[in-house]
């Protein structure tokens, strides 16, 4: 197979508010078509009013983006990076169209996710899908870049971050606790391509606590789960993160590190449910609590997006994950990856 150019990177995210009048618009994207009550939302508005109605999630974006887009300028790799997101401004259709006329023919796309499954990587697809077809005749090709839980510079930059974690804590023993992103355990069950078994979003999840807990040096460790947003009739992946710190204070642990493997930055999932909620909650329980930082402040995250670029760039589409997950990306112009791969049941409500 001959080698394809491309023209930019299209990095593609969730999208957060940025001001108060943004917060109901928000969360009505987030959960157009699913039934969520009003009640409900107004609970999550609060999250981003606590705040001042700012998700720093853009923020985020846009700084590693600028980092992203100095380490391809090293690398010798022209592409331009544009910024789009599912449901907050840049919006990705936006974004394309843009892309068109500035004469962008075909772009990689870099979604802020290192995992599989219907939320973490197929919802993805589908944006990249919905945002060619808004944008209509001559809309850039797009393909999306592999998945990365198990990538060598992702798992050292979270093992450092764990250490780090460790160090605020003067040497008190603590039990070290990955977290990621709760999902119906019917959403889980449908992760991964048909036939594969599914709960390949669960099993990648493990797999990276796995890898970094052992890059860290951490023996015993816990893989739980934060930020359910569903009915309570919908069974999620448990423990949650705050039920699972009483455990463990049962249990008579004295401190807790946390790390939010699960995510790429400190958007609001992560510095409300843990730096407000668990970090709360271990203070009434009289434990120690540090939070590891998410990667993507730091520089190897930018060295990550720019190997996978070149990755893609030199292997002609050939991408690989561990031994564990043998498949691996998707076809041009946003299409999943096998028919009936990560299907769309129990979506989570809101992020």
Known sequence: MG??????????????PEGP????????????????????????????????GVSPINRL??????????????????LPVYFGNRNWHPMVEDTLARMRADGVRRALVFPTSAYGGYSACRQYDEDIARARAAVGDGAPELLKLRQFFDHPLFVAANADAVRAAHAQLDGRPART????????????AAAGPPGTGGEWYSAQVFEAARLVAAQAG????????????????????????????????????????????GFVSDHLEVVWDLDNEAADRAAELGMGFARAATPNGDPRFAELVAELAQEHLASAG?????EAFPVAGCTLNGAPCAEGCCAPVGRPATG
């Open 3 to 16: 080698a394809v150019s491309y023209d930019a990177l299209l990095w593609l995210s969730f999208g957060g």
């Open 21 to 52: 009048d943004d917060v109901m618009p928000f969360l009505e994207n987030v959960t157009r078509g699913r039934g969520v009550p009003r009640e409900r939302l107004d609970e999550v508005a609060e999250h981003y009013r606590h705040f001042g």
């Open 61 to 78: 974006n846009r700084e590693a983006m600028a980092a992203v887009e100095r380490e391809l300028a090293v690398r010798g790799l022209d």
């Open 177 to 188: 606790v990955f977290t990621a992103h709760s999902v119906p355990t019917a959403a889980d």
């Open 218 to 261: 951490v023996e015993e460790y816990d893989v739980v789960w934060q930020s359910r947003s569903g009915p309570p009739h919908v069974p999620w992946l448990e423990p949650d993160i705050v039920d699972h710190l009483d455990a463990l204070h049962e249990q008579g642990a004295g401190a807790v590190v946390v790390s939010p493997i």
């Open 318 to 322: 050939v991408r690989k994950l561990s």
